[in-house]
């Protein structure tokens, strides 16, 4: 079946810092991928999103590129804030059904 | 993106009783999906709601334990039946929208005592 691996947080940073956070992936067939992001009190987000092998996805400067060869997708950002402090999720999605499946989470604390 | 809301957005109950959690989204899609959120941990799929059809429940899911309704294009509803405090967690529910991705509500947050 599916399945989503996350790297282990939380992950402190200091602010400006760099940020990756690993994500890979096991599928049959050709999934979509995505980073949901969650702040604290709040519902889930979507933060960007890749359809196809080597698609970079991009939003509030993060960042994901789709990588089929090594089932990555991980997620980076050159410099993060306090803001980005939150908890992140990468998911695939199966080609049929669209049902999502998640990673276990990483939580990011960014301080000033 | 779509607007989908849920109601009630936090409970607490008693063991033994039920609770049910309604979705509703801002315009008519195919495919509505329920997940559970336990504390400290990442989402599972509880089930696909299917309208017009039964519920497609995923591995350790039962529709005893957790019924569901999608009545119409817009609207489904979850059941947590005769609860316990294993079934404190957040629950979500999900739409898809542009093809493949995924919008979720704000979550209904169940203590059970």
């Known amino acids: 079946g599916n399945s989503v691996t996350q790297m282990e947080g939380p992950v402190t940073l200091s602010e400006e810092a760099f940020l990756t956070i690993n994500c890979t992936y096991t599928?049959?067939?050709?999934?979509?991928l995505f980073w949901y992001v969650q702040y604290p009190g709040e519902g889930l987000q979507l933060l960007l999103k890749a359809t196809k092998a080597d698609d970079k996805g991009s939003n509030k400067g993060f960042e994901a590129t789709y990588r089929k060869e090594t089932t990555s997708f991980h997620l980076e950002k050159g410099s993060v804030q306090v803001s980005d402090s939150a908890v992140y999720f990468c998911a695939l999605s199966d080609t049929g059904r669209r049902a999502l499946t998640f990673g276990s989470g990483t939580r990011l604390q960014v301080q000033p | 993106s779509a607007v989908i809301s849920q109601k009630p957005s936090r409970d607490i109950c008693q063991r033994g009783t039920s609770l049910t959690i309604q979705c509703q989204v801002d315009s008519q899609v195919t495919m509505m999906f329920w997940y559970r959120q336990q504390p400290g941990q990442s989402l599972t799929l509880i089930a696909t709601a299917n309208q017009g059809s039964e519920a497609t429940y995923e591995s350790g899911f039962v529709i005893d334990k957790f019924p569901i309704s999608r009545p119409n294009l817009t609207f489904s509803t979850l059941t947590v039946s005769n609860m316990s405090p294993e079934d404190s967690s957040i629950y979500l529910c999900?739409?898809?929208?542009?093809?493949?991705?995924?919008?979720f509500g704000p979550g209904t947050r169940l203590l059970v005592l």
């Open positions: 599928a049959t067939g050709y999934p979509s």
């Open positions: 999900s739409s898809v929208r542009g093809g493949e991705t995924q919008y």
